[in-house]
Structures are given as structure tokens and as C-alpha cells.
């Protein structure tokens, strides 16, 4: 994937796919390059700001609320009783904030690598960092990786891998060996969540390598959920969901249906994301 800007418009190409999407911009409000990565916010005309990373979308205030709930509540409404969870990467706070709606949580810890995502964070997306300051929540500016290895076996309910595209720092994320030490420190009954890109474009590759690494990694069951995600490549993106010693393709629904405050999850919503359509079984292998 590459950029391209010009006076009025960022846009991010998808080269592999032949495909581009676009934002009008009116103004350029950062531009920082960290140990890691290179960290540009932006102002656009419909979509409010903007953050890019290496030159690839990563969020946008009009519509960053379909992943950061995706990515969060099937996870923690699928796990029985959720208290103790770790979010490895997902700098801007979103997940975050998303996971401290759940009362029954007493304690989130959040590793990533980049302090430099969440302050841009904290300037520019304060929607997403209002619950940095809950008394449940620790934010931690380290490698996940390594967390992750020198972690107590059996210690957390649910890990979230709230990742950028598995490139860069975020290319040991996607590996067998680092989802099996995640398979380690999940108690029983643990749930595992991971962004796994697009439907459209990665069911017959990243997705499906995904999942059968996560049976490999020694986990019982896996489910992809796919939801909508404008701004990411070809407006469609997923998550995939793998149980310790659990299903993965149950829910508490009565719970779920009473979580209020949300602008996209839903039981009905997670019901349906758990029913895949013809093409994706096909090309994961599934049918």
C-alpha cells in the first residue's frame, strides 16, 4: 500500500487490488515520525480528523466506531464472565475506552509500542481517550511481543490484538509462535480477538492462515466476524475470535442486547457477523 496528497486530497492505494480510497483534507495537523513509525493527522472536509501511519489509514472520527466495537464487545460478551483483560497494541484508546463500558472488567491493561499514536490521540480524537483516566485502566508503552512472552501463564479472561496490517512493528503479531504464547497465559475459557483485515481481499490468505495458525496454536474453536469499515481497504474489514477450552460461536445475548450507548454492535449484529456468506466459507476453507 502507498500515498499520495496533494493541496485537497490524502489518498492511500491498494496496489494488489487496483484500488484507492480517498478524503478531502483542509488542513495538515501533525506530522511526527517516532522510533517506529512515521504519524500524520489530518483535517478532512466530511470525515473529521484523520490519522495515517506509514501512510495507511488507521482511524477517522466519523466512523472509527465500527472497528473499535467489533473488536471489543463479541470478544467480552462471548467470554462467560470477563474481569481481567490486556489489549496489546491499539495506541489510540479506542478499544480501550470501549472495553471499560463493561462493568464486570477490573482491570485493562493496554501495552503498545508508541507512545507517540496516543498522545496525537489525546490532542486530536479526545473522544477516544476520555476513559484513560478509570481507575481499572493501565497504559503501558512497551513491546507486546516480549510482554506477552514473559507473561504468568493463566492470568488474563481476554486478550485483544487491536493491531495495525501485519507489516512493520506489527508483523510479529500475526505469527504462529506469538499466538501460541497468547494461547499460554489465557486462562480457560480465555477469548482471543484479532483485527484480520479485509474479506473481500484476504479471506483466501491472511484470514484463512490466521485461523488455522490459531487451531495450530493450540486453540479449541475460531469464528470471523466481518463488519463495515469505510475507510479501510475495500470498505469491508474483520475480526477472528479463538476460544481456550471455549466456543467461540456463542454469546450472552440477554447481556449483550442491554449494553447501551453503542452506534453499531448489537446481539443481532453479533448473530448476524457470526453467519459468513458463501464466499468466505468457501475461500477459508469452511464450506
Known amino acids: 500500500m502507498s500515498s499520495t496528497l496533494d493541496e485537497h486530497w490524502f489518498t492511500e492505494t491498494f496496489a494488489d487490488e487496483g484500488s484507492a480510497f480517498s478524503l478531502e483534507i ?28 506509514d501512510g ?20 467480552l460478551f462471548t467470554h462467560r464472565d470477563p474481569r481481567r483483560v490486556v489489549i496489546i497494541g491499539g495506541g489510540d484508546c479506542g478499544t480501550l475506552r470501549e472495553v471499560l463500558r463493561h462493568p464486570g472488567v477490573e482491570q485493562v491493561t493496554q501495552i503498545d509500542i508508541d507512545e507517540e499514536v496516543t498522545k496525537a490521540a489525546e490532542r486530536f480524537f479526545p473522544a477516544l481517550t476520555e476513559s484513560n483516566d478509570d481507575p481499572r485502566a493501565e497504559l503501558r508503552f512497551a513491546d507486546g511481543v516480549k510482554w506477552v512472552e514473559e507473561a504468568p501463564e493463566a492470568s488474563i479472561d481476554v486478550l485483544i490484538i487491536d493491531s495495525t496490517d ?86 450472552r445475548e440477554t447481556e449483550a442486547e442491554d449494553l447501551a450507548g453503542l452506534e453499531y454492535y448489537s446481539a443481532a449484529i453479533h448473530r448476524g457477523a457470526l453467519s459468513l456468506p458463501p464466499f468466505m466459507r468457501r475461500q477459508l476453507g469452511d464450506g
Open 56 to 75: 495507511c489509514v488507521m482511524l477517522t472520527e466519523r466512523d472509527n466506531f465500527l472497528y473499535h466495537e467489533m473488536i471489543a464487545h463479541p470478544a
Open 166 to 251: 501485519p507489516v512493520g512493528p506489527a508483523e510479529g503479531l500475526f505469527k504462529v509462535d506469538f499466538l501460541a504464547r497468547c494461547q499460554r497465559i489465557l486462562k480457560d475459557g480465555g477469548v482471543l480477538v484479532q483485527q484480520s483485515e479485509s474479506p473481500l481481499y484476504h479471506s483466501g490468505s491472511i484470514i484463512r492462515e490466521l485461523r488455522r495458525d490459531m487451531r495450530e496454536a493450540g486453540f479449541d474453536s475460531v469464528a470471523t466476524l466481518p463488519f463495515p469499515q469505510p475507510v479501510y481497504p475495500s470498505g469491508w474489514w474483520s475480526v477472528t475470535l479463538a476460544g481456550k477450552g471455549s466456543s467461540v460461536s456463542d454469546f
Open 26 to 53: 483542509t488542513d495538515k495537523l501533525l506530522d511526527v515520525t517516532s522510533p517506529y513509525q512515521h504519524l500524520e493527522v489530518y483535517a478532512t472536509r466530511t470525515y473529521g480528523n484523520l490519522m495515517v501511519l
